[in-house]
């Protein structure tokens, strides 16, 4: 089984920055890909960055040069960087773990103002 909690969420202006974090525990979180995805309101969750475990990343195509996930095995976390935030950044956002992503955590809100 495999726990996950997000942080790092809030409020920021447009143009701002936020660092979310994903910690596991439970089980070592690297046997396959990790994945941000995001829902906004009245939206359909999406996806929006994913780490493989050798290290690969892919990001859609809304984020690509904003934001950059990485990862610190030793500590079995996940991170997402995010730059230049937009009004439209606006969600909740969850990282999600496993083959088909099983796992899922409970979601940070981010806010970006205008």
């Known amino acids: 089984q495999v726990q996950l909690v997000e942080s790092g969420g809030g409020l920021v202006q447009a143009g701002g920055s936020l660092r979310l974090s994903c910690a596991a525990s439970g089980r070592t979180l690297f046997s396959y890909s990790m994945g941000w995805f995001r829902q906004a309101p009245g939206k359909e969750r999406e996806f929006v960055a994913s780490?493989?475990?050798?290290?690969?990343?892919d990001y859609a195509d809304s984020v690509k040069g904003r934001f950059t996930i990485s990862r610190n095995n030793a500590q079995n976390t996940v991170y997402l960087q995010m730059n230049s935030l937009k009004p439209e950044d606006t969600a909740v956002y969850y990282c999600?773990?496993?083959?088909?992503?099983?796992?899922w955590g409970q979601g940070t809100q981010v806010t970006v103002s205008s």
């Open positions: 999600a773990y496993g083959r088909s992503y099983d796992y």
């Open positions: 780490i493989s475990r050798s290290g690969g990343t």
